[in-house]
């Protein structure tokens, strides 16, 4: 970050199709001070990646328009958002789904039953760091 951009809040693009569950991790990432938009499916979220490319990006991987992985393989090949830190966050654990997410280069593949909004707020700085 630029000097003149480190007292601007870490801005997050979390990508999830479920209402209550995006608003239940945007509550938790704003009360700790990040600045949180929802898209409500891959196209939108990978078109707000684009347009204005965020600090970083929670993705699900069951979205209308557009799957999460299609959205992360369009991130990774676009030069304005390559280099953006993405953690999947998922419903599904199958192996060849996890092993294929973090191919295409996300830095983590967290499963929804087993991740809390605090989780997620704690891990921040370590995935900034990644990225």
Do not use: C
């Not at 991130?75 to 958002?81: F, G, H, L």
């Not at 060849?96 to 280069?105: A, F, H, I, N, Q």
């Not at 983590?108 to 989780?119: C, F």
């Amino acid at each position: 970050m630029d000097a003149d951009a480190q007292d601007a809040p870490v801005r997050v693009l979390f990508i999830e199709d479920d209402p209550a569950v995006a608003q239940m991790y945007q509550l938790k990432l704003q009360l700790d001070g990040y600045q949180v938009t929802i898209a409500r499916d891959g196209e939108a979220g990978l078109r707000m990646a684009r347009e204005d490319p965020p600090d970083m990006v929670f993705l699900d991987i069951r979205l209308p328009k557009m799957d999460g992985l299609a959205v992360l393989e369009a991130i990774r090949a676009n030069d304005s958002t390559s280099h953006l830190p993405v953690v999947i966050l998922s419903n599904y654990a199958e192996k060849d789904l996890v092993e294929r997410g973090l191919r295409l280069g996300a830095l983590e593949y967290l499963i929804k039953s087993k991740t809390n909004p605090g989780m997620l707020s704690g891990g921040m700085d370590g995935w900034l760091a990644k990225g």
